[in-house]
């Protein structure tokens, strides 16, 4: 089991930048993968952002490429998601999510809301 707390979320303007963090406890070691999700309201939960736990390889959405990064660090068994640029339609609650030897997103947190607005 891995236990997961997402912080950070907050109300930020257009043009803002806000860094969500996540904190792993339990199982971390077998971590494969640590990605980031959101879901705006009356839509579909969407992927993010992830990033390999033993490479440090990364991926992200199209929509928040070049203005999103995630990051980890190791000793805190933490991980990141720095937000720059934010437009309105980055509103929503952002997840946390951690995939361990079935690759498969199977832990999540309990999310943290994004609010961009002017």
């Known amino acids: 089991q891995v236990q997961l707390v997402e912080s950070g979320g907050g109300l930020v303007q257009p043009g803002d930048s806000l860094r969500l963090s996540c904190g792993a406890s339990?199982?971390?070691?077998?971590?494969?993968?640590m990605g980031w999700f959101r879901q705006a309201p009356g839509k579909e939960r969407e992927f993010v952002a992830q990033?390999?736990?033993?490479?440090?390889?990364?991926y992200y959405a199209d929509s928040v490429k070049g203005r999103f990064t995630i990051s980890k660090d190791n000793a805190k068994n933490t991980v990141y998601l720095q937000m720059n640029s934010l437009k309105p339609e980055d509103t929503a609650v952002y997840y946390c999510?951690?995939?361990?030897?079935?690759?498969?997103?199977?832990?999540w947190g309990q999310g943290t809301q994004v609010t961009v607005s002017s």
């Open positions: 999510a951690a995939a361990l030897g079935s690759r498969a997103f199977d832990y």
């Open positions: 339990g199982r971390t070691f077998s971590t494969y993968a």
């Open positions: 990033l390999t736990w033993s490479t440090g390889m990364t």
